[in-house]
């Protein structure tokens, strides 16, 4: 099914300049989420020996995790906690999606250098896959609220699973697993400590932290 | 150049306000207004072609090359883009470029014109139409670069020849991207709502109708004129992404004028349900124009 892998792959893409050019919270919020439900299905696609078990439950239980509890944890934490409602960049919104685009072509050429050793990967998820990554990692070091430096760690685990799901051939299904349930366990810690420093602080401005310094 | 192909631009020439008199038709019937007859843009020019014109006694003869000269590129631009079952009137390799090109010296002139007023509003309006230009442009050389990447041709008429069915079956990411930042830039070259309002009174947040405050009578008449021309224009580039080619050249063009009418209505729907942006958030919504046209052709290389 090339075309609903090409798609996934532009609807993908659009997800990450939205995330870089959204301002509200709640809207990136979302945005995630159709993200990850989106590279979810990239694994029942790109299988070989057709749906097995093993390939439906993974993508299910993504589909789950990513479109519907990691969504429902962080938009009840921007309810609870009471932050500003606005994304509060480092790097201004122009300045983000043109990084955008300049990591998207340089993902472009990494991912033609990638290629030719993991020739079974589609081109498209090789190139997608660290295109998440490289703008996960922008999120966390450009915007100044600690939600939004979350959902830039979703997005990079975005990024791993795509990447582990077209090039790696058989991983147990302990093992994937065992990662969704890191990143699971790994919103939740962050979900609390951002609670803990909104109440402290009253905003969740991760430059704040530096007063912790004794 | 076939003189049939010389229909669609008399046909543009003549129809143009039609299409500005839709869209304030539409807006006026989605706020429960009777709104004015379609034809009002074309009394309006009459009545305004009629007058005399006044100039400041500062201003030297640009302000009256202004207006004429945006004009001038515009119909140029309409000779280039070929319309939906006819072919371009005139084409050669690389005419794209030439049409950024005309729009970016119609903008010149207009620019000048404006400077050469004296008037602080009119600098402060040619200072925000020049800085969106300079984002809006490269959204649309990209997008006709796409164009080019899709179809393997260089100019207007040839990419435009060979979009059919087939190549929105293998190219329908990139298309539709190309189409939604057309689409923007639209909205962005015509000065329309998100961006900016035709019919604001305030200066202060004008960009494109603070700049022809100081025209009056002939020169204004020209102006709105032209204003419709290149709604036209961009609109015909947006249209044309309709696989029409290999039809009867009679269904093709009437499918295309309907496309333009549809294309009109769906601006006045945008403009009564959108508010303006505000002007820090301008440039995000071009810069997203571009970022659609940037993807739509970087997805072409994967």
């Known amino acids: 099914m090339p075309g609903l892998l090409a798609t996934i792959h532009v609807v993908g893409l659009l997800t990450c ?27 029942v696609i790109t299988h070989d020996d057709g749906l097995t078990l093993r390939v439906l439950l993974l993508a299910g239980a993504n589909v789950a995790l990513k479109g519907m509890i990691f969504p429902a944890v962080l938009l009840h934490l921007r309810a609870r906690a009471g932050f500003h409602r606005e994304v509060e960049p480092y790097i201004g919104f122009v300045a983000s999606i043109l990084f955008g685009i300049v990591a998207l072509a340089v993902s472009l050429g990494l991912a033609r250098e990638l290629h030719p050793a993991l020739s079974r990967a589609p081109f498209a998820m090789l190139e997608a896959a660290i295109f998440l990554i490289s703008i996960g990692l922008f999120l966390i070091v450009s915007r100044r609220n600690a939600l939004i430096q979350v959902i830039g760690y979703l997005v990079m685990e975005n990024g791993i699973f795509v990447f582990g799901a077209i090039t790696v051939v058989e991983t147990p299904l302990l093992v994937e697993f065992g990662i969704l349930l890191d990143a699971f366990v790994a919103v939740f810690v962050m979900g609390i400590a951002i609670f803990h420093i909104s109440r402290e602080f009253g905003m969740a401005d991760a430059d704040r932290l530096n007063t912790l310094r004794g | 150049m076939h003189p049939q192909n010389l229909v669609a631009p008399v046909l543009g020439l003549l129809l143009a306000p039609l299409l500005v008199g839709v869209i304030n038709r539409t807006k006026a019937l989605v706020a429960g207004r009777r709104g004015p007859p379609l034809v009002q843009p074309y009394r309006d020019a009459w009545k305004l072609f009629r007058r005399g014109a006044v100039y400041g006694e500062v201003t030297t003869a640009l302000v009256r090359l202004g207006p004429v000269l945006n004009l001038a590129t515009l119909i140029m631009a309409m000779l280039v883009v070929p319309f939906p079952g006819t072919g371009a009137a005139i084409s050669f390799t690389g005419d794209l470029v030439v049409l950024v090109g005309l729009f970016a010296l119609g903008r010149f002139s207009t620019v000048l014109a404006a400077l050469d007023t004296g008037s602080s509003f009119e600098g402060m309006g040619a200072s925000r139409e020049v800085y969106f230009a300079a984002l809006a442009e490269p959204a649309l050389l990209i997008a006709l670069a796409t164009l080019t990447r899709v179809t393997h041709a260089t100019d207007l008429a040839a990419i435009y020849g060979a979009i059919v069915i087939d190549t929105w079956s293998h190219a329908l990411p990139a298309l539709a991207l190309v189409g939604v930042s057309f689409l923007v830039l639209e909205l962005v070259e015509n000065s329309r709502i998100p961006v900016d309002d035709p019919t604001t009174h305030l200066e202060l947040t004008m960009i ?53 009418a549809v294309l009109a209505v769906v601006i006045g729907m945008i403009e009564s349900a959108m508010a303006r942006y505000r002007m820090t958030t301008v440039p995000q919504f071009i810069v997203g124009a571009a970022t659609l046209s940037a993807v739509a052709f970087i997805v072409l290389l994967v």
């Open chain 2, 208 to 260: 494109h109708e603070v700049m022809v405050l100081d025209h009056t009578g002939p020169d204004l008449g020209l102006i709105q004129y032209g204003a419709a021309l290149k709604l036209w224009v961009i609109g015909t580039l947006l249209i044309g992404l309709a696989p029409l080619h290999g039809v009867d050249p009679w269904v093709a063009g009437v499918a295309g004028l309907s496309g333009m």
């Open chain 1, 17 to 43: 300049f939205a995330l870089l050019g959204t301002s509200r919270i709640g809207a990136c919020i979302r945005f995630l989420a159709l993200q990850g439900v989106l590279f979810s299905l990239v694994p």
